[in-house]
C-alpha cells in the first residue's frame, strides 16, 4: 500500500502517511462503502417481509360472524336463568339462542356457539322441566 499524495510506503493500519503526513483514507473508505451496501441491501429486504404479513391476513375467511356466536352465548345465559323470572321467555331466547349458535358455528368463534347452544338446550330443558312441574303443582292443588 502506497501514500496518495508522496507514493511513500505505508504500514497497515496507519492513519497518516509517515513521510508527508497525508491522512490514509483510501481502504477506510472502501470497507464503509461495503458496509452501507450491506445495510442498505438489508433494508431494502425488510420491506418485502412487512408486505406478506397484510396478505396472509387477508387470505383469512371472509365470512366471519362472530356475532352470532356471542348471542347464541348470551341468549344462553340468559335462558339458564329466565326461568326464574318468567318461564316464557326461556322458551324464545332457547330457541333463538340455538339459531345463532348453530349459524355461529361457522365463524371464528366456534366454541363460542358450542357453549352458548349447550346453555340454550340446557336451559330449553329447565325451562320444559319447570313448567311440567309447575303445571303438576297447580293440577294436584286444584283437585
Ligand atoms: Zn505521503
Not at 408486505?51 to 345465559?77: R, S
Not at 312441574?133 to 292443588?141: D, E, K, V
Amino acid at each position: 500500500m502506497k501514500c496518495e499524495s508522496c507514493g511513500g510506503n505505508l504500514q497497515p493500519g496507519d492513519e497518516f502517511c509517515q513521510s508527508c503526513g497525508a491522512k490514509v483514507e483510501a481502504k477506510k473508505e472502501t470497507v464503509e462503502t461495503v458496509a452501507q451496501a450491506t445495510e442498505t441491501a438489508y433494508t431494502a429486504e425488510a420491506p418485502t417481509s412487512q408486505i406478506m404479513e397484510p396478505a396472509k391476513k387477508a387470505a383469512a375467511p371472509v365470512e366471519d360472524k362472530p356475532g352470532f356466536a356471542i348471542a347464541g352465548l348470551v341468549l344462553g345465559i340468559i335462558t339458564l336463568v329466565a326461568w326464574l323470572l318468567m318461564p316464557l321467555i326461556g322458551y324464545i331466547t332457547g330457541i333463538v339462542g340455538i339459531i345463532m349458535s348453530v349459524k355461529g358455528m361457522k365463524s371464528s368463534r366456534k366454541n363460542m356457539a358450542i357453549a352458548g347452544l349447550v346453555m340454550c338446550i340446557v336451559g330449553l330443558v329447565i325451562t320444559v322441566g319447570w313448567h311440567c312441574a309447575a303445571t303438576c303443582i297447580i293440577m294436584s292443588a286444584m283437585s
